[in-house]
Structures are given as C-alpha cells and as structure tokens.
C-alpha cells in the first residue's frame, strides 16, 4: 500500500525556516516525481515545485523560488522541502503529492495527510 | 501563470440530484502531442485532495462512474449524476499542461 506520511504541526517565528518532511512507502521511491502544494486557509492550492527521487532533479513555481528548497533522502524513501524567511504569508498547510504514472499518464495519485505551519511570533 | 476559472463557487443539492462544476482556462489546454492535462479533485473536509478525474474524462482507480468528465480547449465540465452524501466537499480543476500546475478556487458542493 502506498503511503505518504507528514511529519507534525509547526509553530515557527517569523524570519526563520522550517523544514517539513514527507516519508514514503509501498512503492519504489526513486521511479516517481514528488511534488510539494500549499493551501492557504479555505483558500486556493498553488502548486509549488516537484522532485524527481532517482535523481533529485527539481522544478519550481517561479513565485516559490528562493522560499522553498526541495530535497530527498532515497535511503530512506523520504522527501523533504525547507521554507526560508518565513512571513505570515507562509502560514498554510502543505502537502505532498505523488505524481504518478499508469503507463501513459500522469497524475497526483497519492497526497500526504498535509502539515499546518504557523508563523507567529 | 494559467487561470482556471470554476464556476459555481457553491453548490447546493439534494441528494439524487445531477449537478455540474465549469471549469475555463485562460488558455488552451491542449499540448503538442494532442494530450490535454485536465484533471478534477474532490477534497473532503479534513482531507487531503483525492483524485477524480484525469486527463479530462478518464475515471480515477476506484472513483464511481457517477463522475464523469467532458470538455476540449479552454472549457471543461465535471458532471456529478445523481449526488451522494459522500460527495460533499470542494471540488478542484487543475492544469499541468503548462507550468506551473495551476488550481481552480474550488467549488463547495453542500447539501440544501
């Protein structure tokens, strides 16, 4: 069974970082992109960026660079994306999403629980 | 950035009722190998988003055939035959036809 586990809730001050994590398991981690979004309270999701995990080769959203920096761990199956100079603007939960594959096409087929980060001081 | 615009912003029904969500692209979503990355999520509340509908009209594993998707270009449309309590919830187009991936502003399916 594919799995995408988040870590816990974050309570961050303004101007620092955070870095948020996403375990997976159930399926080969390093054949699939990851991508990771975030959902304002009761508004929009904006899609952020993705990462390949053979590979680690990434692509943002042109509004997120120089916010988000997205990584993985393949031995241990896990995708992680840092948040920097974190303003109220960043309080929002995140997801992470499989972007996966059926052969022929592509799809958000598995989405982590999200995580709530709140920046307050 | 593309704009999808869905409309209604809410939606009351009755169960048993058809209902249907617009969603219209601010540009064509149609890609140079004929393939038109459209895809709906419903997001229960409480709940991470969960797949629908791919590629404008094909079903996602395990989702009823009382969802169905139809639409070319700039303008797509999710039909709901017949409305269960368990379809309540915002519903989502989005594109990753061109990048970024871009999301509707959801439309909230509630009961009347």
């Known amino acids: 069974e594919v799995q995408l586990q988040q870590s816990g809730a974050e309570l961050v001050k303004p101007g620092a970082s955070v870095k948020l994590s996403c375990k997976t398991s159930g399926y080969t981690f390093s054949n699939y992109y990851m991508s990771w979004l975030k959902q304002m309270p009761g508004q929009n999701i904006e899609w952020i960026g993705n990462?390949?995990?053979?590979?680690?080769?990434?692509g943002y959203n042109q509004k997120f660079k120089g916010k988000a920096t997205l990584t993985v761990d393949k031995s241990s199956s896990t995708a992680y994306m840092d948040l920097s100079s974190l303003t109220s603007e960043d309080s929002a939960v995140y997801f992470c999403?499989?972007?996966?594959?059926?052969?022929?096409?592509?799809?958000?087929?598995?989405w982590g629980q999200g995580v709530m980060v709140t920046v307050s001081s | 950035d593309v704009v999808l615009t869905q409309t209604p912003s809410t939606l009351s029904a009755t169960i048993g009722q058809s209902v249907s969500i617009s969603c219209r692209s601010s540009q064509s979503l149609l890609d140079s190998a004929g393939n038109t990355y459209l895809y709906w999520y419903l997001q229960r509340p409480g709940q991470s988003p969960q797949l629908l509908i791919y590629?404008?009209?094909n079903l996602g594993s395990g989702v009823p055939n009382r969802f169905s998707g139809s639409g070319s270009g700039t303008d797509f449309t999710l039909k709901i035959s017949g409305v269960e309590a368990e379809d309540l919830g915002v519903y989502y187009c989005?594109?990753?036809?061109?990048?970024?991936?871009?999301f509707g502003a959801g439309t909230k399916l509630e009961l009347k």
């Open positions: 999403a499989r972007w996966g594959y059926d052969g022929t096409y592509y799809y958000f087929d598995y």
């Open positions: 590629l404008v009209s």
């Open positions: 990462i390949y995990g053979g590979n680690g080769g990434t």
């Open positions: 989005m594109q990753a036809t061109h990048a970024p991936y871009t």
